[in-house]
């Protein structure tokens, strides 16, 4: 599994958790705002989600509290998944980078110049 891309969902749910323990809808929220409100999580996504990785052990439950009478469950990132964070972040990187860099110098660098769009 490790070699395989993770999907954006999860990749922006990760994220969220690098800056520290949320909850649900603070993972949602935050998501949102990373995505620049281009992915929105819907509560049962998230949470298959959540389960999911908390299966592969790339988070953890940092803490329950209950607020309003409901409870409130947090979340963070494992050492494990930080590193899988990291790995990906890189990989995208490198993909960026790689693509950028064809399109200063290929044939799609031409048809910018002029101004013509594919």
Do not use: C, W
């Not at 599994?1 to 649900?24: C, D, V, Y």
């Not at 899988?84 to 044939?107: H, I, K, M, V």
């Amino acid at each position: 599994m490790k070699n395989r891309s993770m999907q954006e969902p999860t990749f922006l749910i990760l994220t969220a958790l690098a800056a520290g323990p949320q909850h649900g809808y603070g993972i949602i929220t935050d998501v949102l705002q990373i995505s620049g409100e281009r992915v929105r999580l819907r509560a049962g996504t998230l949470y298959a989600a959540l389960d999911r990785l908390q299966s592969e052990q790339l988070i953890e439950t940092d803490r329950e509290e209950v607020v309003d009478g409901r409870a409130r469950r947090y979340y963070r990132l494992t050492g494990e998944g930080a590193s899988r964070l990291s790995a990906e972040a890189e990989q995208l990187r490198r993909n960026a980078d790689t693509a950028t860099a064809r399109l200063r110098r290929g044939p799609a660098a031409a048809q910018l110049s002029l101004g013509g769009a594919s």
